[in-house]
């Protein structure tokens, strides 16, 4: 089973990866093959159907950070997603890779890379919701470009904006695991059944 595991955060030092990261852990000890990418080192350009139909005149492949992540998916079985929630709803980091995302420029069609997918989401903050409020627009979007997302979600209120040695704590562990563990067992059944 591959899983390919992102934020939408572009923060360095994002307590979003930091979380993704606990549930990354716990996918690899369950016999996962998990690639975890930053966004932020990517560098997708803002996602531009005028730059896509420039590029597909002119015979030419999809910029290259674009490429890169649409491989990524397509060789994956499941994806892991930490979602930060800006201002009730999902980052534009993560908008904008699961729209580049949903263009393929070879003859897979224009959804190839959700075909069959399968995804984990969470999500931390230092308020009190945790990010929860993002979650179902995440949810809405991968479920209508037909990914299955898993029923089991976590959202973390009160994670620390500085590193502290204690965070991520038992509870933050329990709730990562909790979506690692379902996400491992709903793809595992998925794949056994398509034989």
């Known amino acids: 089973m591959k899983v390919l595991a992102f934020t939408g955060s572009m923060r360095a030092r994002s307590i979003n990866r930091r979380l993704l990261l606990v549930a990354c852990g716990r996918l690899q000890e369950r016999g996962a093959d998990v690639t975890e990418i930053q966004l932020r080192d990517l560098k997708l350009p803002m996602f531009d159907e005028d730059m896509e139909t420039a590029l597909k005149a002119k015979g030419e492949s999809m910029p290259e950070p674009v490429v890169k992540l649409q491989d990524l998916m397509l060789a994956s079985d499941a994806l892991l997603i930490a979602s930060p929630e800006y201002n009730g709803s999902l980052s534009p980091a993560l908008k904008n890779a699961i729209d580049w995302c949903s263009r393929r420029a070879d003859d897979q069609g224009p959804l ?16 009190r919701l945790g990010g929860i409020r993002g979650l179902p627009e ?54 056994a059944a398509r034989g």
């Open 112 to 127: 190839a890379c959700y075909r069959g997918q399968v995804a984990g989401l969470m999500a931390t903050s230092g308020g």
């Open 138 to 191: 995440v949810r809405r979007i991968l479920s209508g470009i037909g990914v299955h997302v898993i029923a089991h979600d976590f959202a973390c209120p009160g994670a620390p904006v500085e590193t502290t040695a204690d965070w991520p704590d038992d509870t933050v562990r329990s709730g990562a695991h909790r979506v690692a563990d379902a996400l491992y067992d709903t793809t595992a059944a998925l794949l």
